[in-house]
């Protein structure tokens, strides 16, 4: 796969391995419920587009008073100007396919995957129900993609709340709709369910991924149950996306799962590359403590298994990137811009990575394109 993009140097397919969709705007499309379903379909309120369209809906997986605590949609209101407006211009990409290829042709991504915004609605939601969202998503997403060259790659979304429902659900996606990888939650946390994904009832669903060769993408929210003890948006995002992957990738590792199902690929997003020393060298140390009796899912040390079988996304201006392609390894880090949200890195994510002068040219190569083709295995 080549760009058509004109760089410096030989041509390169770009990956953005982390954008995301504004179905908020478009809830009636995104979550069209029908059959057994049909009475919980999102209900138009207004004529308004964008952020400004209202709906009638009971899709709601976390508490009014959490909702209230995560409030930040004043700073893409087109209304407030926030930063000028430019965060509130983006979010068209968010729904309009063709606008959101010219800002990625102008960023210089050639390849972009995308994820909901409001990951915990089929995610989170118990039962059949759960399915039928994941189902409605997933239709409506290939929708917007399937006439853009495969510039544009919607990621399969799951009902974690209902494993029951998953492994089919992945089986469509990959099979009928041509998805290349599957959207991971960190843990499920309901009035009724209560599950870390180490749990048996996933095992199908892994047996599945290997069978597919299927990577799993484990982007979290920044909800949860600890994170929303918290009353303010700022320490529930600076808190949930490192505290949730955590939870993913200790269930994934100390619980076993890289043990029994060995062709896993999992990526962890929106965290920082350097994330993942931490935790490498901390499930490390209590390793050579509790390997006599006291880790009876494992066999080897925790970061061989993080060093097989993950992969992390960077921030274009990470300060010490470059330690960690020391400390864990420069063929596990991926690009990703966020876009549209307003802590992307956009405009300039690309730019910024290949302005940098503490990594070398090669390795820039890889985060930008040879390491999503080894994730993806295309």
Known sequence: ??????????????????????????????????????????????????????????????????????????VYDPDVNWEGGEVAR???????????????????VD?????????????????????????????????????SG??????????????????????RCVNELGFQAAHAMPYVSTEKTKLTID????????????RLNIPLMLHPNSQGDLINLYDNFYAMHVLGRPFNCTAGLVALTIGGIFERFPGLRVAFFECSAEW????????????????????????????????????????????????TIRGFSG?????ASDYPHFDSEYPGTVKELRERTDITPAQKEKILTHNALEFLQI
């Open 331 to 335: 063929n596990r880090i991926l690009l």
């Open 90 to 108: 983006r979010q068209q990409g968010g729904i309009d396919m063709d606008f959101r290829m010219r800002d990625n042709e102008r960023e210089g």
């Open 199 to 210: 749990n048996e009832a996933y095992y199908p669903f892994y047996a599945a991924l290997e």
């Open 276 to 323: 993942i020393l931490y935790w490498m060298h901390r499930m490390d140390d209590d390793y050579r403590k509790m390997r006599n009796g006291l880790a009876p899912k494992i066999t080897r040390m925790p970061s061989e298994y993080v060093k097989k079988h993950c992969w992390v996304t960077c921030e274009a201006d990470e300060r010490d990137l470059a330690g």
């Open 150 to 171: 495969g510039k544009l790659r919607p990621v399969a979304v799951l009902p974690w709340a209902y494993p029951e429902g998953m492994v089919a659900e992945l089986e």
């Open 1 to 74: 796969m080549k760009s058509a993009s004109t760089r410096e140097g030989p041509l390169m397919t770009v990956f953005d391995m982390d954008s995301h969709l504004r179905e908020s705007y478009v809830m009636d499309q995104a979550f069209a419920l029908d059959g057994e379903f049909a009475q919980l379909r999102p209900v138009r309120l207004n004529a308004e587009t964008g952020f400004k369209a209202k709906f009638k809906h009971e899709l709601r997986p976390f508490p009014k008073r959490v909702n209230e605590s995560f409030l930040h949609d004043f």
């Open 111 to 147: 390849v972009q995957f995308m994820f909901p915004t409001l990951i915990m609605i089929p995610c989170m939601t118990e039962g059949p129900l759960g399915a039928a969202l994941a189902h409605a998503y997933n239709t409506w997403t290939h929708g917007l993609a399937k006439n």
